[in-house]
């Protein structure tokens, strides 16, 4: 017998908050699962939840507050969508409504406010995700498996350098994501990202962490005819030392003209490994090359997820990415024991402690302890 709703057996019954990302990645990667479906889905009163699920969920029942949805019987599990402000609490809401969360990265405005949900979650039995697709991207994805089978012997430095000059532009509306105070800017948003997914490549955790940010465009307008100070950072650089003692150094900027795009190079004992993703950001402009210890370059094969344009390669790329982390998460919720590993409550929590560490570091101007778990 299916759900009241009329959703069959064996389908995980799933909300939608937050119709920005939520709209243009969730709803689309949750729509191509067939043990899932899309009952509900909520805005903050914009109208934009009723558009987006005419298009994509138009069974779903339209909410104008996350929270209502969180706390509804109606679904199974909550797909958060929303900016870190308001992250926190709606999980707190759908943890106290005993539903599995995916919450969107950075997983809360900072590490007082989310210390304990990972745990709170466990204690009531739900099943935890955060929002590092990246990890599921099939070439950095690649990239692991590679690291991990030793094909370049033990890693001993990390480089990242991601530049772009999607920022660039003055006249770009400003938003929240040009505000420090909302937990805008590369360091928290772009770089949880880099952190994420430099544990995978270490296999080990941060112990200490120096970060320098920088604002090159300083005011934007806000829509109202004025202009707004803009207080998050749109460049940043981070040196980092892990427990095994692998070096990790990022340089992350969207004020780049000119960028080269998104480049993560391992160095290991006996070669290094590169990922490129250059201009015009799709799966097409993706590489993966392993260098051998004489520096003779091999080709890994790539699988292609489609024509993804965006400064960041935010399209059909990070909807496939999305779409992978969504299925592990959704088949574990369901009962699963053989589904991948994705990044759970407790791995945003590990994410955060590095983040922490490299605000108050580019706020003191000095390298700062990660505090251990």
């Not at 489609?306 to 059909?316: I, K, M, P, T």
Request: neutral net charge; charged residues 20%; contains cysteine.
């Amino acid at each position: 017998m299916g759900h009241l709703d009329g959703t069959a057996k064996g389908q995980l019954r799933i909300g939608v908050i937050g119709m920005g990302f939520g709209a243009g990645v969730h709803l689309p990667a949750l729509g191509t699962l067939a043990n899932v479906v899309v009952s509900g889905v909520a805005d903050a009163g914009s109208g934009r939840a009723r558009i987006a699920a005419a298009k994509y969920a138009p069974r779903a029942r339209v909410f104008d507050n996350g929270h209502a949805l969180a706390e509804w019987p109606g679904i199974d599990a909550v797909s958060i969508a929303v900016p870190p402000r308001q992250q926190a609490a709606i999980v707190r809401t759908a943890i106290d409504a005993g539903k599995h969360i995916l919450c969107e990265k950075p997983f809360g405005a900072g590490l007082d406010e989310i210390t304990g949900l990972a745990a709170d979650a466990m204690g009531k039995g739900l099943v935890t995700a955060i929002g590092y697709e990246f990890r599921y991207d099939t070439a950095i994805a690649a990239l692991c498996k590679a690291v991990r089978e030793g094909r370049i012997g033990p890693v001993r430095r990390i480089a990242v350098t991601w530049l772009t000059g999607g920022g660039l532009d003055p006249n770009r509306p400003w938003s929240w994501r040009h505000d420090a105070g909302a937990c805008g800017g590369v360091l928290l948003d772009w770089c949880s990202h880099v952190i994420d997914y430099a544990f995978l490549i270490a296999g080990a955790d941060v112990t200490e962490i120096s970060a320098r940010t920088s604002i090159t465009v300083l005011k934007r307008p806000d829509g109202r005819g004025g202009v707004a100070d803009v207080t998050a950072p749109d460049s940043c650089e981070i040196a980092c030392l892990f427990a095994n003692g692998v070096v990790g150094r990022y340089t992350v900027s969207n004020v780049q003209a000119a960028g080269i795009g998104h480049k993560i190079e391992v160095y290991g004992d006996s070669g290094r490994i590169v990922f490129h993703h250059a201009p015009p950001f799709t799966s097409r402009s993706k590489t993966l090359t392993l260098y051998d210890s004489n520096d003779e370059g091999l080709v890994v094969p790539i699988a292609e997820t489609g024509a993804a344009d965006g400064e960041d390669g935010n399209g059909d790329d990070r909807v496939a990415a999305f779409r992978e982390l969504a299925q592990d998460f959704s088949a574990v919720a369901q009962g699963s024991t053989t589904a991948g590993r994705f990044p759970d409550f407790a791995a945003g929590e590990r994410v955060w402690r590095v983040l922490e560490a490299a605000r108050n570091s580019a706020a003191q101007g000095s390298a700062m302890r990660v505090q251990a778990a």
